[in-house]
């Protein structure tokens, strides 16, 4: 039996090598391309991402790869976004000014809150471990990327701006930081998403990327 391939789209940001090698660690061949045609015939495809909103879905649009990710999107294969690669699946983000996204999952990308004077003191952008946790409209993770996970498990973060879908029911995590809840990581039918790296996150970033291959 042949292995699972995954494309993973190259539009100028983000950390793609190490995506290609978690991916090859999950037991699949990866593909990093920047072309149109490539990207949509993919079976399995990954945004990843690091760095702003502004500048992403300008080099998405400036590649012309905004249609063909949708186009994989909407025939029901399986999309992962990853950090800033999860933002921009969102409808509009607020960061380089406002901006139209991917449009995947309804909802907006905002700044995290300044601290308030007499409030918890937090640095922005929130870099580190920290745990994820089931919303409260969820009774498990099964069938999901985060299937065999604990709440509790930690992931690593690197942001400055958060998702705020539209409807709570595609939060799949939640985290906790500087007094905020925020969502961690999102679902709709195959469209997922993670603020954090699984690709940083060791053996249980891993089991993300498992997961995934089975959508």
Known sequence: ???????????????????????????????????????????????PGVGAFGQGISNLKGRGLVEPIKSVASSGRPVLGICLGMQLLMTVGEEMGTHKGLDLISGKVVRFPAPADKGPHYKIPHIGWNGIYMPGHRKNWDSTILEGLKEGDSMYFVHS???APDDPS??????????????????????????????????????IYRNFLKL
């Open 1 to 47: 039996m042949s292995k699972k391939t995954v494309n993973i789209v190259d539009y100028g940001l983000g950390n793609l090598f190490s995506v290609e090698r978690a991916v090859r660690y999950a037991g699949a061949d990866a593909v990093i391309s920047s072309e149109p045609g490539v990207i949509s015939s993919s079976d399995y495809l990954i945004v």
């Open 161 to 163: 701006y958060v998702v």
């Open 170 to 207: 595609h939060i799949l995590a939640e985290t906790a930081y500087g007094g905020l809840t925020f969502c961690s990581a999102i679902n709709e039918n195959n469209i997922c998403g993670c603020q954090f790296h699984p690709e940083k996150s060791g053996a249980l970033g891993l089991d």
